[in-house]
């Protein structure tokens, strides 16, 4: 157990020293770093783990017979039982390892989706999804001609789950939905989900990128069908994702890349596939990193994924009041069941102006479309800032986000 957490306690300055560049000063001014939705920052666990692998474990996986291409392969394979029990997956082979969600929900898109989904059929999606979990379905509305309906939200940024179980039809062949939306912070009731769309046969694809940091999942109670994170959201390295797959689809699936690692035996004439999850992870794969996602989930599993929960869950809570306080700024997203994640325009200003003029105050949030232009405009802007919070967030970074807003206001009176 993190000594932070001991007593029931949750020490955040004591967690705020594990992660170096928190105390990097930014303009001469502490950093308020609000930026974790689009990446988290490192402990110093994960960048010592990265260190060490590379210093006295290095080599290549799976191949070799000397005794670092064992310690890597074990390392590397290690990383994946740790994964699958983050999951709380069957089984290690359900695991594949990809270089992020969008190359995991592009993993599915290609092989079992391509397979499935033929001119006419539909694939369901959120009118919350992020490019990642858009763009892969339109590939197979622009090659095979399917058809993408939407489920909607209500203003407060609501999943509708009557309003998408009406889309669900006899030719439904895919639903793809995020757990937790990235511009919102709405939490979509994926078990609710799966279920409905299960009652019709439609297989799920769950899109856990926000979700899999600040929720606490398990694939088997969900019973989803496939679950795609990334790791340097989860405080692990970039260049490391994973896709959970039930076994049964994995195996039917086709491979996704070709190339060593993935094959049983390659002739002149003929070739064929190695088993899940290495039919899926062609080449060299991200060693490092994925020894390194590995130490980030033992680093959350140490302080609590409930306790992080309650700490993000209560900063949330004490942004929305302070930044409703300010009367410039326009809020997105209220739903009943959310994250810590809130989106805000400036009356009469452009999102990238505020955001700019905040990080000269030490505060960095994102400004832009999230990668979620369905969703902006659904809402009717091209645009929001966005602050979104870690598990090493403060209430006095959420003060000076506020202050930072108020004295940017008057750059717009
Ligand atoms: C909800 C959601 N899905 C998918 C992604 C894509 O993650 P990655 O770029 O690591 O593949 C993101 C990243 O912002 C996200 O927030």
């Known amino acids: ?84 029990a983050f999951l709380n997956a069957e089984r290690p082979e359900e695991i594949v390892f990809t270089r992020n969600a969008t190359e995991a929900i592009n993993l599915v898109a290609y092989t079992f989706g391509c397979e499935r989904i033929k001119a006419g059929d539909e694939i369901v999606l959120s009118i919350m999804e992020h490019h990642s979990n858009i763009v892969p379905w339109h590939f197979l509305r622009e090659r095979q001609g399917a058809i993408i309906k939407w489920a909607p939200v209500d203003d407060d940024g609501n999943f509708l789950i009557d309003e998408f179980e009406k889309l669900l039809g006899p030719r439904t062949k895919m639903v793809a939905i995020t757990h937790m939306s990235n511009m919102l912070g709405t939490i979509v009731p994926v078990k609710e989900v799966v279920r409905r769309a299960h009652a019709r046969g439609i297989p799920v694809l769950i899109d856990g990128a926000q979700g899999a940091v600040h929720l606490d999942v398990d694939v088997k109670d969900i019973d989803c069908d496939f679950y795609a994170f990334t790791g340097h959201k989860l405080y692990g390295p970039t260049g490391i994702g994973a896709l959970y797959g039930k076994h049964a689809h994995l195996a039917a699936m086709p491979p996704f890349n070709g190339g060593g690692e993935m094959i049983r035996e390659v002739f002149e004439d003929r070739i064929s596939y190695g088993e899940p999850p290495h039919k899926f992870e062609a080449g060299t794969p991200s060693i490092v990193q994925a020894i390194g996602l590995g130490t980030a989930i033992d680093y959350v599993a140490s302080i609590g994924k409930e306790r992080i929960r309650a700490h993000e869950q209560a900063l949330g809570k004490y942004a929305h009041e302070r930044l409703r306080e300010i009367n410039s700024l326009r809020i997105f997203g209220a739903a009943r069941e959310r994250g810590a994640i809130i989106s805000f325009e400036m009356k009469g200003a452009h999102p990238h102006d505020v955001a700019t003029i905040i990080d000269r105050a030490g505060v960095a949030v994102r400004a832009g479309t999230h990668c979620v232009m369905p969703l902006l405009a659904r809402f009717g802007v091209t645009a929001t800032c966005r602050a979104s919070f870690a598990l090493y967030n403060t209430r006095s970074e959420v003060d000076r986000l506020a202050e930072a807003l108020i004295k940017a206001q008057d750059f717009f009176a």
């Open 1 to 84: 157990m993190h000594p932070a957490v001991i007593n029931g306690a949750y020490d955040v300055d004591r967690i705020r020293q594990d992660f170096p560049i928190l105390s990097l000063p930014v303009y001469g001014k502490p950093l308020v770093y609000l930026d974790n939705a689009a990446s988290a920052q490192k402990p110093k666990a994960v960048l010592d783990r990265l260190h060490h692998a590379y210093t006295a474990e290095y080599a290549n996986v799976h191949r070799g017979l000397h005794y670092l291409a064992n310690a890597a392969t074990e390392a590397y394979e290690g990383a994946r039982e740790k994964v699958r």
